[in-house]
């Protein structure tokens, strides 16, 4: 089914402009975190917003420079010696991710586990509020937009913290706290129901806000200097503009060095998306499921494109995604306006957006952490035992005391002890049989499903048609892990868009955790379950 990504716009515009003031300075911090020209973060920013946004299947998903590979330009920057030899290195990785997807290598993204990847999010949440509270106290030593736990100044996250106290600007914390307010007061019910509310973010207000009390400050004692301000190159005209852009070397290709960092690059930006990729899936109220070969292709074409015109490589991120999601973001219309308005801000009005006190970005992002690491969720982990608290808890733990990726693979060993100790049990069979006349599916689990099962039950739950009646038969199972719970539980979810009618059956012996209520409903009783039963079994799978 195809979607009319202009059908939202009243949800998709706002949403678009909020993710573009938040990724104007991320994308400004990281360029300047990786040692690069500033309007390469900005390039990045217009490429992952449009060229990528055009090819991608992703619905809330948004591209464009990764704090996660700063590290990885900045020494590679070094190393070659000159930025348009890095280009072509960022170039090749394109390549390299096009060819990627073509080969179907996206299906990796489905085998991280639930826990890890929610403990992503919970950790790039802390780390968003840790790394914020510098700037809203006026302090900005650190780039916006560096995630990592060692900063580039050899100070690390809460060491930055200690810092701050010696360099507080009164006139950015005011700002700030007015800012925090204004979200605050915002998010209340009461204020909901205004229509003007509805219209007008709580951010874009915040932001308007922040300008106006930035002027006004100004010959006070609150004033605001330019270190605190957003800092966006300015072309005098239209061909400065345009002058600002960089062809790489295409002679650099015959460098061994360019080829391995192309490599590096084109591994570490494919990885990010597609955990990226997982957890925006998570966070999408619709539950729809992105297709990560495509993504994988739609990144290498913006990442060739980024490295021809002077861009700092390119993934899909976290930060900016949530931000689309919780602005109201519906379809990848929004992650095209923020895009656009990129392009035409950075064209136009660069010394508009450059009035902007970083404060304000801050008690924005500030929100977003939040809602990214609630109390709610830990809590949700907990309730969910240990198998899943651990992980997640680990996952958090490594991530802000590292960095993602590292933090990801130390989640994901804890994850795959605790999988291996019930997997190594019994082998994972899976059957389904159906009436393609009738449009009838049964899919009959076997006795331990965990989440390296997760990828196939999802591609069989994905090929069910539209319009037809699905079971799932737990008769023969003795255990499933929550990964597979919370496929089944998105499904039911994203089956109302598809009027696929979904039953269950045999699932009231199982402890179904935080799902009970949720998937009890679809239960029936292994009776009328015998209605669904058809000639022919059509396939085996066996893990």
Request: with cysteine; glycine share 8%; hydrophobic share 50%.
């Amino acid at each position: 089914m195809k979607t009319d990504i202009f059908k939202n716009l009243k949800n998709d515009a706002p949403a678009g402009l909020v993710v573009f003031l938040v990724a104007v300075p991320l994308c400004l911090g990281i360029a300047l975190a990786s040692g690069a020209p500033l309007f390469s973060g900005i390039i990045a920013g217009m490429v992952g917003g449009i060229v990528v946004t055009m090819f991608s299947g992703s619905s809330l998903g948004v591209s464009g420079p990764a704090a996660g590979l700063a590290a990885i330009v900045l020494v590679g920057i070094q190393d070659l010696g000159a930025f348009d030899i890095f280009l072509m290195s960022v170039v090749i990785a394109g390549v390299i991710q096009f060819i990627l997807g073509v080969a179907k290598a996206g299906i990796i993204g489905y085998y991280f586990p639930s826990a890890v990847i929610k403990g992503m999010l919970a950790a790039i949440g802390v780390i968003i509020i840790l790394k914020q509270i510098p700037h809203a106290f006026g302090y900005d030593a650190d780039p916006e937009g560096d995630l990592g736990f060692i900063q580039a100044d050899g100070e690390n996250t809460f060491s930055e913290l200690l810092n701050m106290v010696n360099f507080i600007s009164p006139g950015a914390l005011t700002i700030a706290g007015i800012s925090l307010a204004i979200l605050i007061l915002w998010e209340q019910q009461f204020m909901k129901k205004i229509r003007i509310t509805q219209i007008i973010q709580g951010p874009l207000v915040v932001v308007i806000s922040g300008i106006l009390m930035a002027i006004g400050f100004n010959g006070t004692d609150l004033s605001i200097s330019a270190d605190h301000m957003v800092n966006i190159p300015v072309a005098d005209d239209i061909n400065g503009f345009v002058n600002q852009f960089t062809l790489p070397d295409f002679g650099a290709i015959t460098m061994s060095k360019v080829w391995v960092l192309g490599i590096t690059i084109a591994i570490v930006a494919s990885l990010e998306t597609l955990l990226c990729v997982e957890a925006t899936d998570k966070l999408d109220p619709q539950k729809r499921v992105t297709p990560t070969n495509r993504e994988l292709r739609a990144q290498g074409i913006g990442n060739m494109i980024a490295g021809l015109i002077g861009g700092l490589p390119v993934t899909q991120v976290i930060v900016r995604s949530s931000a689309n999601i919780q602005s109201g973001g519906k379809t990848k219309a929004s992650a095209l306006i923020h895009g656009l308005l990129i392009l035409i801000s950075a064209m136009l009005i660069p010394n508009i957006l450059n009035m902007i006190p970083l404060a304000s970005l801050a008690a924005i992002l500030l929100v977003v952490g939040y809602k990214l690491a609630k109390p709610s969720l830990f809590k949700q982990m907990f309730a969910s035992g240990y198998p899943q608290f651990i992980p997640f808890v680990v996952t958090v733990l490594a991530i802000v005391l590292t960095d993602l990726l590292k933090g990801i693979g130390i989640g994901m060993a804890v994850a795959i002890f605790y999988i291996l100790l019930n997997n190594l049990k019994n082998p994972f069979v899976m059957k389904e049989t159906h009436d393609s006349a009738k449009k009838h599916y049964r899919i009959i689990l076997a006795e331990m499903v965990t989440f390296l099962n997760k990828a196939q039950i999802l591609k069989e739950l994905n090929n069910v048609p539209d319009g037809a009646y699905l079971l799932i038969d737990a008769s023969k199972t003795t255990y499933i892990q929550h990964d597979v719970l919370e496929i089944i539980n998105d499904f039911k979810e994203s089956a109302r868009y598809k009027d696929i009618k979904l039953s269950m059956c045999c699932m009231k012996h199982l402890n179904l955790g935080i799902y009970t209520s949720s998937l009890n409903e679809l239960v029936v009783s292994i009776e009328d379950a015998d209605d669904f039963i058809v000639a022919d079994e059509v396939s085996t799978a066996k893990a």
